[in-house]
């Protein structure tokens, strides 16, 4: 079973998330699939894809980084080349914008993924959760600052320190979230969207949408406080309460991690 399935109707492509066994967990080989298939959406033209997850009964969107994957310490598990990173980059380079259409709940860097994209669209029971630091994961500066820039800079404190899940109402009111309907009125409005923007000039939006990219990304660091970053978050992920993340995760029945700060 492929776990990405694709379909083009006209000028609108609909890509769907369907590693349903593994709750949408983003691994290398999935996010390989995903890849492939926004570069076929490119030569087929299309002017405006779907990205929606077959959620099932857990209702679960995505569950973010595949906790599997991630290296057993002394190496950055979110590293420039990260599979959950270069599906993040690629979704703010394709040339056509991305409609996120969620119903059910986004963890961890799966709301990077959703935020990346050019519109969002979710159900009235649609929340999001930013959850590593339940695993003692410092997540890199590159994702920390797209964030910065897509909630609001106190929102995402909220997320980033509780790592408790918000309601999609919440990011609708920021100015985050475009639309918030009942979870029956979801397809239509996000086909609704797409046909709107598949109508337009696809080379306009195309220009209009690098441009908001690049300036969205215009951000100085100088590099003592890259460094002194990077530094912390080695400190993070060498850790001993790195490795007790993963080992708590991983474990059968799975258990609550206890964190020293050490």
């Known amino acids: 079973m492929s776990l990405v399935e694709t379909e083009m109707n006209g000028f609108i492509g609909t890509l769907l998330l369907n590693r349903s066994d593994k709750l949408n967990a983003l691994s290398h080989s999935f996010v390989a699939e995903i890849i492939s298939a926004l570069d076929e959406f490119t030569s087929k033209k299309a002017r405006a894809v779907i990205l929606k997850s077959n959620v099932g009964e857990k209702k679960i969107w995505s569950v973010g980084h595949d906790v599997s994957e991630l290296p057993k310490g002394g190496r950055d598990p979110l590293g420039h080349d990260d599979s959950l990173c270069r599906l ?16 059910g709940s986004v963890w961890g860097g ?16 649609a929340t999001f959760a930013f959850t590593p630091a339940k695993m003692s994961v410092p997540y890199n500066m590159a994702g920390l600052i797209n964030f910065m820039g897509d909630t609001g800079l106190h929102l995402f404190k909220e997320m980033i320190c509780t790592a408790q899940p918000m309601p999609a109402s919440r990011f609708e009111r920021a100015g985050i979230i475009n639309y918030v309907v009942p979870e029956a009125e979801l ?41 002194r970053m990077q530094g912390l978050r080695r400190k993070a992920y060498d850790s001993a309460d790195y490795k007790e993340a993963l080992d708590a995760f991983l474990a059968r029945p799975r258990r609550t991690p206890v964190f020293k700060g050490e």
Not at 88 to 103: G, L, Q
Not at 110 to 116: G, P, S
């Open 88 to 103: 993040s980059r690629k979704i703010t380079e394709v040339p056509y914008p991305i409609i996120a259409m969620v119903n």
């Open 110 to 125: 799966a709301c990077e993924v959703v935020f990346a994209c050019s519109m969002i669209v979710a159900s009235e029971n």
């Open 187 to 227: 397809q239509k409005k996000v086909d609704e969207l797409a046909w709107h923007v598949a109508n337009n000039s696809p080379l306009a939006i195309t220009a209009m949408l690098a441009e908001l990219n690049m300036m969205a990304g215009a951000k100085s660091i100088s590099p003592i406080d890259w460094e």
